[in-house]
């Protein structure tokens, strides 16, 4: 089978089965990178490719024609959090963002859903304003895939 057609069958098939569910997740730099490293492991075993091979992730990538996955994560979240912020302010989804926490304990607080989110905006230099024009947070969240 055709690299294209495999990297076709990757993006419309099992990306989209991996990443079920992912705008709500609240992901950390352990996670980031076991996506990262599960990711590779399937295109390197669909292109027939060894880490003995000595072939850069790049490579691999550019040749299925596939952005990498943690980037489309954070489009999934940027997608999700640009939708909560276009509803009404009485919706139950917005309303429950903004539910107080409980009182933690003391050392670094645990990663959050909102703490990812502002991350990924201050990353990606967006304003929250933004979010309210969905076609030009569209175009500004959006990381396509090569072609």
Known sequence: MPLKVKGHLYKTAIRPAVLYGSECWATNKQHLDKLHVTEMRMLRWSAGVTLLDKLRNQYIRGSFKIAPIVEKLKEKCLRWYGHIQRRSDDHMVKLALKLPTAKRNSGRPPTTWWTTVEKDLKEAHLNKDIAQD???????TRKADPK
């Open 134 to 140: 969905r076609a030009r947070w569209k175009l500004r």
